[in-house]
């Protein structure tokens, strides 16, 4: 199946100011797909070329196969955009924002029936349909914008900053919405189903990459890594990380288990706590128990562990950092 996105080598260049550098990426149908790093690292910058806003200066991009600067109607037609910034009118209450944008999209007025109740059902604002929007709270703002950015039903949505300066609970629900708009199955005006919707997110919340199918991070303009949640927290390690903690642990254990077949390397973590990446955890942690119990150390405990996304992203970019420097 064709990739819904695919950037290619990619640079963008503001007089002397490297924002994009050699950039490439495929975002698939039916996915969530994360664009993770700090701000000021170049994620704005491609959302604007997603959207055709900015041209690259070197190399391609295209959304459904074609240049976003030579999309017809139909084809933007196919895409919504929740941006960064509340762009709404504070003026209108929350449904008649939604439908001034029905209006933009040309959505008749029974289209609009069945579309805008189910919508305010989903973002929860079917209680504050009438409130003004410069009255509802940040979190209500930014779930009137998803609103907004899902009335005409398209196959990709765009989201900038989606959780930016909202509470952590709110957060994790706006996350189970994304994750159910990724699931829904696309229903066309015949009845006739469209496929699943795709996404693509923005963020600096680094445990959010967590929530998606796949994770690009970037920093400083140049893409760090790409692949799954598992394949970076992986690549962050080395491994699948099993963790041990034993009273009596010496460095001539260590030096047993490194030699382990499947060990990809070790930390002490504390002095009685070691972590250790492993090809395949599931396999070697029988392997690993066994040679320390011969060895005559009680373990206190052992465990497979994941690491937190916030670590995973630390790792990475040092070891970008490292590989740039030689």
Avoid at 296 to 309: A, R, T, Y
Wanted: net charge negative; charged share 25%.
């Amino acid at each position: 199946m064709a990739p819904v996105i695919e950037v290619s080598q990619v640079n963008k260049v503001f007089g002397e100011q490297v924002a994009l550098r050699d950039v490439s990426l495929r975002v698939e149908p039916g996915e969530i797909f994360c664009l993770l790093g700090p701000s000021g690292s170049g994620k704005t910058t491609l959302i604007r070329l997603l959207n055709g806003v900015y041209f690259p200066t070197q190399g391609r991009v295209t959304v459904f196969g074609k240049e976003p600067a030579r999309f017809s109607r139909q084809d933007r037609e196919q895409i919504g955009y929740m941006p960064q910034m509340f762009v709404l009118y504070p003026n209108l209450s929350v449904a008649e924002n939604l439908n001034f944008i029905a209006s933009i999209y040309g959505l008749s007025w029974h289209d609009r029936r069945q579309r805008l109740p189910r919508l305010l059902e989903l973002v929860n604002l079917t209680e504050h349909q009438r409130s003004l929007a410069g009255n509802i709270s940040g979190g209500m703002k930014r779930r009137l914008e998803l609103a907004c950015a899902l009335l005409h039903e398209p196959a990709l949505v765009y989201m900038d900053e989606p959780t930016a300066g909202i509470d952590p609970i709110l957060r994790a629900s706006l996350w189970k919405e994304f994750r159910s708009l990724r699931d829904e199955e696309r229903i066309g005006p015949q009845g006739e189903s469209l496929g699943r919707r795709t996404l693509f997110v923005t963020t600096q919340y680094v445990n959010e990459a967590d929530s998606c199918d796949k994770v690009a991070i970037v920093a400083k303009g140049e893409l760090v890594a790409l692949g799954t949640p598992q394949e970076l927290r992986a690549q962050a390690l080395g491994g699948e990380a099993i963790e041990i903690t034993a009273d009596r642990m010496t460095r001539q254990h260590m030096t047993i288990l490194q030699d382990l077949p499947g060990v990809k390397g070790i930390e002490r973590l504390k002095f009685d706590q070691l972590r250790i990446a492993v090809d395949d955890a599931q396999t070697r942690l029988p392997l690993i128990v066994q040679t320390l119990y011969e060895q005559g150390l009680d373990l206190d405990s052992v465990d497979i562990v994941e690491l937190k996304f916030d670590e995973v992203f630390v790792r990475l970019i040092e070891q970008h950092e490292k590989e740039k420097q030689g």
